[in-house]
């Protein structure tokens, strides 16, 4: 049995991760900040069972994923999905107008925990036959892709978690770990709003797809959920 580590599984893309991962069989370690309130996820772990464990973590709390880590030590990762993000309040990102305290707040989320969860999860996941890492970017994290500007906070914090991935890719090639990166399209999530323009399960089911048919050839790329490959 396959096993996927997903952050931000509460609800969201990571909730229809765990859901369709739990579907297919796989053990799913579902993190969230407050198990307590994750009403859909507490409801998928009675549906599955042991093949559905819920743990808390805020991925800002660094000592939390030390600790979650030492936790799951004998734990083997398949897949550790980087799904946990943030997009501060759209004004707080516009020129003019850049809450510096919420770039820095954004900064840990999406870029200082991807990686911070790789360094305390390694070794789980070099014990793995898959030895995947899978990092949720944007495409507006693309330096390429930005014909509009603004939106300053969430674009820098992605598109350094891009770089963040592409580091990872070479440093662990030695290992056969595979880091790729995922553009899970524009998504009717809280996120992504009502008016986006596809559900998650279309996105999910696009990038599991994507994770089936990566090689080692594919670490380092950024892929969207169709598959295309996205520019820098
Ligand atoms: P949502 O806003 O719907 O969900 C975000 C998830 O991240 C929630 O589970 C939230 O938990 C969690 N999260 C936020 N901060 C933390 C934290 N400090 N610790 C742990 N979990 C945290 O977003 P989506 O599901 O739409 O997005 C998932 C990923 O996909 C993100 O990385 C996002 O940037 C990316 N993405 C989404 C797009 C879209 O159109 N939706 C487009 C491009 C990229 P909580 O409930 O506790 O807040």
């Known amino acids: 049995m396959n096993t996927a580590l997903i952050t931000g599984a509460n609800r969201g893309i990571g909730l229809e991760f765990a859901t369709q991962y739990a579907r297919d069989g796989w053990q799913v370690i579902a993190c969230c900040r407050q198990p307590e309130r994750a009403t859909k996820l507490n ?4 549906q599955y069972g042991a093949s559905v464990l819920i743990f808390q973590l805020d991925v800002k709390e660094l000592h939390q994923i030390e600790r979650l880590s030492k936790k799951l030590s004998e734990t083997t990762i398949d897949l550790l999905i980087n799904n946990a993000g943030t ?3 759209a004004s707080h990102g516009e020129l003019g107008h850049i809450d510096y305290s919420d770039w820095l707040e954004a900064f840990k989320v999406n870029t200082l925990a991807p990686l911070k969860m790789v360094e ?3 070794e789980q996941i070099n014990r793995s036959q898959l030895k995947t890492v ?3 970017t944007s495409k507006m994290g693309s330096i390429a892709d930005n ?5 300053y906070i969430y674009r820098s914090s992605k598109a350094a978690v891009n770089m963040v991935a592409k580091s990872l890719a070479i440093d662990l090639q030695p290992r056969g770990v595979i880091s790729v990166l995922l553009h899970p399209g524009w998504v ?10 596809i559900s998650a399960e279309q996105s999910v089911t696009g ?3 994507v994770l089936r048919q990566i090689t080692q050839a594919d670490s380092g790329k950024f892929f969207a959920y169709d598959g295309q490959a996205i520019p820098w």
């Open 134 to 136: 899978a990092i949720l």
């Open 87 to 89: 997009y501060p309040p």
């Open 120 to 122: 305390a999860f390694v």
């Open 43 to 46: 409801h998928l772990a009675d």
């Open 147 to 151: 014909q509009r500007g603004g939106s």
């Open 188 to 197: 009717q999530t809280d996120m992504g709003g009502p008016g986006a323009l």
């Open 207 to 209: 990038m599991r797809k």
